[in-house]
């Protein structure tokens, strides 16, 4: 069972927004201003998306956006496209011992 | 940007170790402010960080592998490695060689390599 909760699924038809929920605790998530989310294709290595809650790496489309509540941190995908089907983690910095938890991943489909 | 390729044995016995190393190339891994870490992937499953060292030698690591589990550095070669120990199926996974910050998100990973663990 992973630390962060992420839902298994989610979906949307091209052009349409979605978005992805990561809750944690106080201990994570909610403790910190450090939650990632990853993109990983099949077969491939997740890549990095939003890092420390909303920003962007360089390269990466601003259809991709962050946010945080609370415990919750939240992936939106704005202008869905078929190439963002994909499976996308959320991570949270959990302090200098535990160092990282991961969310057990979403399955977005490109309907 | 650094570039990470991991290699070693796809395949290993029970109770035996398991090793990977993760070379680096296009940086160094002795530039401060970055942790090395490995990863891994249970087949049709989540992500699971297993620990990082940091090019002084310093280490941290998932408290649940802890006891079987070492990473070391080879600064002149630009590497670093995993051994863990008295493996068992359930070792069997993708691991991923990844570089991080201090704040725990993973810029720069490594393909991934299949590592079964059968007799």
């Known amino acids: 069972q992973s630390a962060l909760t992420q839902p298994p699924s989610a979906s949307g038809s091209p052009g349409q927004s979605v978005t992805i929920s990561c809750t944690g605790t106080s201990s994570d998530v909610g403790g910190y201003n450090y939650v990632s989310w990853y993109q990983q294709h099949p077969g491939k290595a997740p890549k990095l998306m939003i890092y420390?809650?909303?920003k962007r790496p360089s390269g990466v489309p601003d259809r991709f956006s962050g946010s945080k509540s609370g415990n919750t941190a939240s992936l939106t995908v704005s202008g869905l496209q078929t190439e963002d089907e994909a499976e996308y983690y959320c991570n949270s910095y959990a302090g200098s011992s535990n160092f990282v938890v991961f969310g057990g991943g979403t399955k977005l489909t490109v309907l | 940007q650094v570039q990470l390729q991991e290699s070693g044995p796809g395949l290993v016995k029970p109770s035996q170790t398991l090793s990977l190393t993760c070379t680096v190339s296009s940086g160094s891994i002795s530039v401060g402010g970055y942790f090395w870490s490995w990863l891994r992937q249970h087949p049709g499953k989540g992500l699971e960080w297993i620990g990082y060292i940091y090019y002084s030698g310093s280490t941290n690591y998932n408290v649940t592998l802890k006891s079987r589990l070492t990473i070391s550095v080879d600064t002149s070669k630009n590497q670093f490695s995993l051994n863990l120990r008295s493996v068992t199926a359930a070792d069997t996974a993708f691991y991923y060689c990844?570089?991080?910050?201090?704040?725990?998100?993973?810029?720069?990973w490594g393909q991934g390599t299949l590592v079964t663990v059968s007799s």
């Open positions: 990844a570089r991080s910050g201090s704040n725990g998100f993973f810029d720069n």
């Open positions: 420390e809650v909303t």
